[in-house]
């Protein structure tokens, strides 16, 4: 099975300011096959299902504020979140699709 | 307006069965790869299982394989999770989801509101 492992576990960044979130995969989640990364971000909140934020490592979805933007390529990824704003705080994880079982993140909280 | 909503959860005792329900509405189920996913109480997600767009390949986390399994009917625009000997450690929000990818999977961009289960006795 393919492991995610996130860091921070939780984290507390100021209103405005900048948040990184790691999450690295073993083995690698870049496919050979059409050379793009599986791997999801998602935020979630209490009582809410979670919302795609980020396909493919870097593509945003739809929607998405352009103050989220991921990046990384094989095993190293990151989700950075800029100008900070209070409803940004939740958990978020990242997924990785290249293969079964699809697998995520442990997770990291977001404290504003 | 795509939309997901789950149905039959509930209390169950442990070595139980629940039968879950996934609505589909707004888009052409037969054309995507659905999944289910679960929260434990303060856990994160588990991915559970995932279904192919005619049902021919099924993919299930090593801990449900041979309790749970996952259908679909893509006529009654539905999709199904039989989950049979019940544990204490299966009780979650299950959510159903959508794989939007055409040749790859890809991540889900539409999830439901999630159903309760609880395994207790």
């Known amino acids: 099975d393919i492991v995610l492992t996130q860091s921070p576990d939780s984290l507390a960044v100021s209103l405005g300011e900048r948040a990184t979130i790691n999450c690295k995969s073993s083995p690698s989640v870049l496919s050979s096959s059409n050379n793009k990364n599986f791997l999801a971000w998602y935020q979630k909140k209490p009582g809410q299902p979670p919302k795609l934020l980020i396909n493919w490592a870097s593509t945003r979805e739809s929607g998405v504020p352009d103050r989220f933007s991921g990046s990384g390529s094989g095993t190293e990824f990151t989700l950075t979140i800029s100008r900070l704003q209070a409803e940004d705080a939740a958990v978020y994880y990242c997924q990785q699709y290249y293969g079964n079982p699809v697998t995520f993140g442990q997770g990291t909280k977001l404290e504003i | 307006e795509v939309q997901l909503v789950e149905s039959g959860g509930g209390l169950v005792q442990p070595g139980g069965s629940l039968r879950l329900s996934c609505a589909a509405s707004?888009?052409?189920?037969?054309?995507?790869?659905m999944t289910w996913v679960r929260q434990a109480p303060g856990k994160g997600l588990e991915w559970v299982a995932n279904i192919k767009q005619d049902g021919s390949e099924k993919g299930y986390v090593e801990s449900v394989k041979g309790r749970f399994t996952i259908s679909r009917d893509n006529a009654q625009n539905s999709l199904y999770l039989q989950m049979n000997s019940l544990r204490a450690e299966d009780t979650a929000v299950y959510y159903c989801?959508?794989?939007?990818?055409?040749?790859?999977?890809?991540?889900?961009?539409?999830w439901g509101q999630g159903i309760l289960v609880t395994v207790s006795s």
């Open positions: 989801a959508r794989d939007p990818g055409i040749d790859f999977w890809s991540g889900y961009d539409y």
């Open positions: 707004g888009f052409t189920l037969s054309r995507y790869w």
